[in-house]
């Protein structure tokens, strides 16, 4: 099992002057632990589950992943997840490209349907129905495939988006793995199937987890997926690990190593997240040992 970090405050310890510092520190704490995933939430204003308000700071997610590119070698970079909502597919195919040239081949998509209405509200973006807002994440989905064929620079006809050309020049230096996030059974968990390489869980609880697998399963049946195939990530908080928690964290996180989760993604929220990752690095060797 894997270990991966998602940052989901921006309230750091000095303002807003040390915000930069402290985050090239959460890449090179994150890769020193020997995590392989590090992520930022694609929002705008803060979110209420993080317990702080929504005026609390929030940074916007590509322009940080696009920072972290510069102050990180190895781990794999993504949003946890993208909203569809809030780029055009096309630019969005290309702002992801732009991130794994610059990476090295690191970029990860991760995408959803998106939810928060309140900032949708506040700055003026269309909010679509969630059928709608589905069917444009199936679209999406497609558009950034063909964006990523270099051999089909053609149109693109969908039923929301046109495309007269999906020209991506230069290429991604790897084509950027899809991860969709979310436990939707009629309507996310298919798309993991049909598009995903790599699927998003809450980790509520174990039998939560199963049964969310479960129908992933019968949706890579449905369409003729490998199961196997699909790396299955969960976020982890139930319990929500801390370092001085790590044994009782561990075996809980066996329990979800025999369901054949791939990478654990745990958060720090404190003020100091560079620090909390040193802290929880022994963890990484840890989680291995458990498959």
Sequence with gaps: MDLGFHIPVFDID???TAIATELADVGAAAEAAGATWLSFMDHFFQIEPTGLPAEAAMLEGYTTLGYLAAHTTSIDLGLLVTGVTYRHPGLLAKIVTTLDVLSQGRAVLGIGAAWFEREHRGLGVPYP???????????TLQICNQMW???NNGPYRGKHYQLDETLCSPPPINKPKVLIGGGGER???????QYGDAC???????DDVSHKLDVLRRHC??????YESVRKTILANNPRPEPDTMDEFLAAMADYAKLGIDT???????GAPASWIDA???????????G
């Design 129 to 139: 129905p969630v059928a709608e807002r589905f069917e444009r994440l199936e679209e």
């Design 280 to 290: 929880m690095a022994p963890v990484a060797p840890r989680l291995a040992e458990l």
């Design 221 to 226: 049946d449905d369409v003729g997926r490998d």
């Design 187 to 193: 309507k996310t968990l298919r798309l993991v199937a």
């Design 14 to 16: 000095g303002g807003p």
């Design 200 to 206: 998003n869980l809450f980790g509520s609880s174990v």
């Design 264 to 270: 654990v993604i745990v958060m720090p929220t404190t």
């Design 149 to 151: 064929d270099p051999a």
